[in-house]
Nanobody, 125 residues
Framework: QVQLKESGGGSVQAGGTLRLSCAAS????????LAWFRQTPGNQREGVAA???????TYADPVKDRFTISTDNAKNTLYLQMNNVKPEDTGMYYC???????????????????WGQGTQVTVSS
């Protein structure tokens, strides 16, 4: 089992940058499939970026070339580097994790087992 805790959210102007962190405790990240999701009030949670256990990355079209997902295995921490942010990036951001090799795995749509509590990102124009 792994526990996840996000940090790094805040308020930023459009065009700015943020780096979100997701610290894991309990198990090493190395065997996990990891992802970032975001949600705004009244809307469904949407997948933003994913990093599978083989190191492959997946990005949602709205964030491609602006966001980067990465890990620091020594720190057992997942990151989301957000560059050139836009007002539509506003939302509560969650990290998610699932252990092992998964069949029928669609990274940004998978029903991950482990979730953090979320960190709020607000982008003003």
């Amino acid at each position: 089992q792994v526990q996840l805790k996000e940090s790094g959210g805040g308020s930023v102007q459009a065009g700015g940058t943020l780096r979100l962190s997701c610290a894991a405790s309990g198990r090493s990240f190395r065997r996990y499939n990891l992802a970032w999701f975001r949600q705004t009030p009244g809307n469904q949670r949407e997948g933003v970026a994913a990093l599978d256990s083989s190191g492959r990355t997946t990005y949602a079209d709205p964030v491609k070339d602006r966001f980067t997902i990465s890990t620091d295995n020594a720190k057992n921490t997942l990151y989301l580097q957000m560059n050139n942010v836009k007002p539509e990036d506003t939302g509560m951001y969650y990290c998610a994790a699932e252990e092992g090799v998964l069949s029928d795995y669609v990274p940004l749509e998978y029903d991950y087992t482990y979730w953090g509590q979320g960190t709020q990102v607000t982008v003003s124009s």
